[in-house]
């Protein structure tokens, strides 16, 4: 497991409330972000970008969230690879793939697709909570 990119190039990091909203805006922010890095919107890796930023931000909200608390989201652009951050304040409940869901599950998909999506994905523990991450080739 990779805890670090070799060769940092950008940063972004934007914290934002723990609410549907929040996550909502975590997505916007990413694709305007890495548009601004030379990946187009629209874009196959834009669109996989957005895909697990909205996919981690849920979950941040969703089984992350302490009431007050913000989470936050970093992405990363090294060399030949980004990495997306999410960070939330309950380090307790570490994200787990718990095999496939039932056809008619309505949840449970998340990092399943995370994990199809990234070329590695993670979790790292913080002082008060926990960064999921996922990784993305740029070539």
């Known amino acids: 497991m990779k805890t670090e990119i070799a060769t940092l190039k950008d940063e972004f990091t934007q914290r934002l409330s723990s609410t549907r909203r929040g ?4 997505r916007h922010l990413a694709v305007h972000r890495i548009d601004a890095w030379g990946i187009p919107y629209g874009s196959e890796l834009s669109e996989t970008a957005a895909l697990i ?3 981690l931000a849920a979950n941040a909200v969703t089984h992350g969230r302490v009431v007050g608390r913000d989470f936050e989201l970093s992405l990363l652009l090294g060399s030949g690879v980004l990495r997306i951050e999410v960070s939330d304040t309950r380090g307790e409940r570490a994200p ?3 095999g496939q869901p039932a056809a008619d599950a ?3 998909r998340g990092l399943l697709l995370v994990d199809a999506l990234a070329s590695d994905w993670g979790t790292t523990q913080r002082v008060i909570g926990k960064t ?3 990784e993305l080739p740029l070539s």
């Open 23 to 26: 996550a909502r805006l975590a």
């Open 53 to 55: 930023v909205a996919e």
């Open 106 to 108: 309505e949840t449970g």
């Open 132 to 134: 999921v991450w996922a």
């Open 96 to 98: 787990a793939m718990a």
